[in-house]
C-alpha cells in the first residue's frame, strides 16, 4: 500500500537527515516570542506539571521510587519505607540514597489513600527540571518523539511513557492543559519511564506540530480509519514524531490537518481498535523494527 501524504513534499533522498532545528518564533501579548507556545519562565504554567496541587509530590510504588532514588535530578524529600520493600529495593539497587523512615502499610494507606498500590513505598521529592521543547526535538537523533493530543488518563500517559523507555522513543510531548499532572499515579504506570523519558509541555499543540514541521519532522497522526498502514509508513528518511489522539475522540480536526501523513495499525480480529496505550506500543515497535532494518 503506497502512503498518501496530506501535504505533499519533495521525494525523500536515503542521505541523512542534517537539518538544524529552526522552529518558527511565535510573538505572544506577555512577553518575546518563543516556541512551542511556551511561555517565558517564571510566568504563570497553567498547572504544576508534576505535582497537580500545591501538597508535595508523592511517588510511590517499589519501582517508580526506585527509579526515582537512582535519578541525580531527583531532590529527595522524605522517604517512607517498610521493611519488606527496604529490604528489596536494597537487595536492588544496594545502600539507599538517602534514609528511609520506617513505616507500616496501615500508615501509607492513610496517607496515600486505602485504594493506592504503594507496596510499602512512597518517595516525597519535587518536580524534575523541565526539558525545552526545541532541545528536546533537536536531540532526537533519528528516535521518534511521541506527541499525545489531549490524552488526559494518567494511567494511560504512563504506559504510553513505559512503551517509549522500552522502544527508545526521544520524548514525550503534552500540552499544558487537558493532560494529566506527572505525579504518583502516572509515575506508578510508567513503571520508573518518568525518570527515563523526557516530557515537555507546550501551551500550543498546533503551533508546535508546526515548529516540528519546519525542522523537518515528518508527522504521522494515528488514526483507526486512515487508509495507509504503520508498517508501509516510512520511519527513517527523516525525524519522525508520532501524533495520538484521546481515546474515543482521537486526533482533533486541526491536529490531523497539521500531519503529513494518518496511518492506522492492521488488525486481524473481531475487535478492531486498541486503547491509546497499547496502540503507542505497537507503533513504537514498528517504528523501532524500522530503525533497525535501516541501520
Not at 524534575?128 to 526535538?137: V, Y
Not at 500517559?157 to 520524548?171: D, H, K, M, P, Y
Not at 506508578?188 to 514541521?213: C, F, I, M, T, Y
Not at 504503520?230 to 508520532?242: F, G, K, M, N, Y
Amino acid at each position: 500500500m503506497r502512503v498518501q501524504y496530506s501535504n505533499p513534499r519533495p521525494i525523500l533522498t536515503k542521505e541523512p537527515f542534517k537539518k538544524s532545528w529552526r522552529p518558527k518564533a511565535h510573538a505572544t501579548r506577555s512577553g518575546p516570542a518563543r516556541f512551542g507556545g511556551k511561555p517565558a519562565r517564571g510566568g504563570d504554567r497553567g498547572h504544576k506539571p508534576a505535582g497537580g496541587g500545591d501538597g508535595p509530590l508523592r511517588l510511590f510504588g517499589l519501582h517508580a521510587v526506585e527509579a526515582a532514588l537512582r535519578n541525580p535530578g531527583r531532590k529527595l524529600n522524605r522517604l517512607l519505607l517498610t521493611d519488606n520493600a527496604e529490604r528489596r529495593l536494597i537487595e536492588s539497587m544496594g545502600p539507599l540514597p538517602c534514609k528511609a523512615e520506617e513505616t507500616t502499610p496501615r500508615d501509607l494507606d492513610r496517607l496515600l489513600g486505602a485504594d493506592t498500590v504503594h507496596q510499602g513505598a512512597m518517595l516525597e521529592t519535587e518536580e524534575l527540571p523541565e526539558p525545552e521543547f526545541a532541545s528536546l526535538a533537536e536531540n532526537a537523533e533519528g528516535r521518534p518523539l511521541l506527541v499525545l493530543d489531549q490524552v488526559t488518563d494518567p494511567h494511560n500517559v504512563g504506559a504510553i511513557l513505559r512503551s517509549a523507555a522500552v522502544f527508545g522513543a526521544a520524548g514525550l510531548v503534552m500540552t499544558r492543559r487537558h493532560s494529566p499532572p506527572l505525579n504518583g499515579v502516572l509515575a506508578k504506570s510508567a513503571s520508573g519511564a518518568l525518570e527515563l523519558v523526557p516530557v515537555a509541555l507546550v501551551q500550543n499543540l498546533s503551533r508546535a506540530l508546526e515548529d516540528l514541521k519546519d525542522a523537518g519532522f515528518t508527522l504521522i497522526g494515528l488514526d483507526g480509519e486512515a487508509d495507509a498502514r504503520i508498517e508501509d509508513t516510512d520511519w527513517t528518511s527523516r525525524p519522525v514524531a508520532l501524533v495520538m489522539g484521546a481515546e474515543g475522540k482521537g486526533l482533533r480536526e486541526l491536529t490531523q490537518k497539521n500531519c503529513d501523513v494518518l496511518a492506522r495499525i492492521t488488525t486481524d480480529g473481531p475487535i478492531a481498535s486498541l486503547n491509546v496505550s497499547n496502540a503507542a506500543a505497537v507503533a513504537l515497535h514498528t517504528a523501532a523494527l524500522a530503525r533497525r532494518k535501516g541501520a
